[in-house]
């Protein structure tokens, strides 16, 4: 079969990829109990990873470094917003302001605070979450897990240390992959020998 000109000059890239991730979610159905979950902690992992599949112990992102377990936690809030727990704790958290006197003002700022306040209570609740999910994706050979920062005596073997998460394994299919650039044809240049 003969391909027209402008086909033969479109690279061709093997199509491993789609094989891997549902590999990749056919291993997580068996490993997690709730493996959609776990394949956004993955892919959260995988985006905050460098190129060696390693990520943390902190995300940059427009405000600073962040944590990488809470930048895990605030990425996935959003999942989480229409679930009428999330309604109701929003509600509580208004009250609970308006109770300490914090929440003054009806209108934007008002609603940032609540939102800030929001986001921290889902944060600690979210890192429970995002705890279990991690000790099945180690559990499962995706992940490994180890802390950095001050090594200090603590009930709570991560306590003053931040997580560092590595994709292992089928995991890996979720890096991104640079494609090698096509070789640049350079126009001939004209010397004129003088």
């Known amino acids: 079969m003969i391909q027209p000109a402008f086909l033969r000059s479109i690279p061709v890239v093997p199509r491993y990829a789609a094989n891997e991730t549902a590999a990749l979610l056919e291993r997580l159905a068996d490993i997690s109990t709730r493996p959609r979950y776990a394949f956004m902690v993955l892919g959260l992992v995988a985006q905050a990873a460098g190129p060696d599949g390693v990520a ?3 995300v940059m992102t427009g405000q600073g470094p962040l944590p990488l377990r809470d930048w895990l936690c605030d990425g996935l809030g959003p999942m989480g ?6 309604v109701a704790l929003a509600g509580r958290v208004r009250e609970s302001l308006r109770n300490e006197g914090r929440l003054h003002e009806a209108g934007e700022s008002g609603e940032r605070l609540v939102e800030a306040e929001l986001r921290d209570r889902v944060r600690i ?9 991690i000790s099945e994706l180690v559990a499962g050979g ?3 897990r180890h802390y950095k920062g001050f090594a200090v005596d603590h009930i709570n073997r991560g306590g003053q ?3 560092v998460y590595s994709l292992t394994g089928q995991a890996r299919c979720l890096l991104p992959r640079n494609l090698p650039s096509p070789k640049s044809h350079k126009p001939p240049q004209l010397s004129l020998g003088f």
Do not use: C, E, F, I
């Open 125 to 133: 609740s979210g890192k429970t979450n995002l705890s279990r999910a």
């Open 81 to 86: 917003r229409r679930d009428p727990r999330r």
């Open 161 to 163: 240390r931040m997580a």
């Open 56 to 58: 943390g112990p902190y």
């Open 142 to 144: 995706l992940v490994t």
